[in-house]
């Protein structure tokens, strides 16, 4: 199972549209999809199709109870606790996420790393903890986390895997250049850097696909 | 402008098609789509696809010239040069990424970074060199870089891109979450993680669109 790419065009939008609404003082009652697309110069059809993602459609000449839109965005960009996530593999890639500070805008955070590498235990320079694999599954049934990054070698992020399912995690942010195998019930996006870049080196030599 | 999911997809797995071709031995003189996709586990249709995609269709019954089609893609995935990129901004996650040992697979590398701080100047622990931004256009000049990497935070983006289309990149991977003026003739592929992990996360909560 993958993302659609809307979505996560959806998704970089919303914070945009949420600052919009707490920015008008005073608020108006309501306020039409159009309005919305001429402040932030998007395209009407694009701020309608954003906003059914989270609330539904407007009504016909009146638009959103702003409050309401408000609040949905509010609630979808912040749902309480539903956003925490672990970490498995503290390497490079793995600090990286967990210091990284874009996160917040979104109502998502890794907030705790694991791996087997003693080394990499301790705090990150961001202040988050790497703690030892074996604290993983009592961290997370605490926690109750559902969500969890892997950032181990490729040959090791079945091991990863696993563990995170074991631990409760139903949802999985996979960097790993791997497919992994994931119980029915898990949704898995893959991450793959080097493709993407990759990609783009591809486009820029114009290597159109050979007909 | 965007990449196309599916040509990521196809990115991905093109080293498993070269890994496989190089591993047999001794090398057949033709091979098929369906004793690749047997081989590799994925279906034909989509074996067929990624190959049309490096080096056009299998002739029917006889499929494709062993090793016109290994060449071929490791043409594709190991360009001389044409992977070279530079990245500006060499905080967490731009160090993450020029030490980031995944991308030479497919034939692209993250040569060396650029920063403004010059706290952040020097080798990184990879022992990539992160200079001074002033340096940026010249090693560009000279090395005919076209790829670039912008891993500051979104309020100096512009600036960053700026920079690297003036010193004759042509193609920016955009890590930082905002939206870039770009010249015509300049691509650009925007990755924000705090969107993708947002977007598990709703997923998780299984909230579906609103109707």
């Not at 030892?132 to 997370?140: A, D, T």
């Not at 019930?185 to 990609?199: D, F, Q």
Request: glycine share 10%; net charge positive; hydrophobic share 40%.
């Amino acid at each position: 199972m993958r993302d659609k790419g809307s979505h996560i065009a959806t998704f970089v939008r919303l914070p945009l549209y949420r600052n919009y609404l707490r920015s008008l003082s005073p608020r108006p009652e309501h306020i039409s999809a159009s309005s919305i697309a001429s402040a932030l110069a998007f395209g009407e059809v694009q701020v309608r199709k954003d906003l059914a993602y989270v609330c539904g459609g407007g009504r016909p000449r009146v638009g959103y109870v702003t409050e309401d839109l408000l609040s949905r965005l509010e609630d979808v960009l912040g749902r309480r606790g539903a956003g925490e996530a672990v970490l498995v593999g503290a390497g490079k890639i793995g600090r990286a996420l967990l210091d990284y500070g874009g996160f917040s805008g979104y109502g998502v955070d890794i907030v705790a790393g694991f791996d087997t590498d003693t080394r990499a235990l301790g705090l990150t320079p961001g202040g988050k903890s790497v703690m030892e694999i074996s604290e993983l599954e009592p961290f997370c049934k605490k926690r109750k986390i559902r969500l969890g990054v892997i950032s181990v070698p490729a040959s090791h992020a079945q091991e990863a895997c696993d563990l995170l399912v074991a631990a409760g995690v139903r949802a999985i942010w996979c960097f790993a250049p791997t497919r992994l195998s994931i119980p029915d019930g898990v949704i898995i996006r893959y991450e793959n850097l080097a493709a993407s870049l990759a990609v783009l080196a591809a486009r820029l030599d114009d290597l159109s696909p050979v007909r």
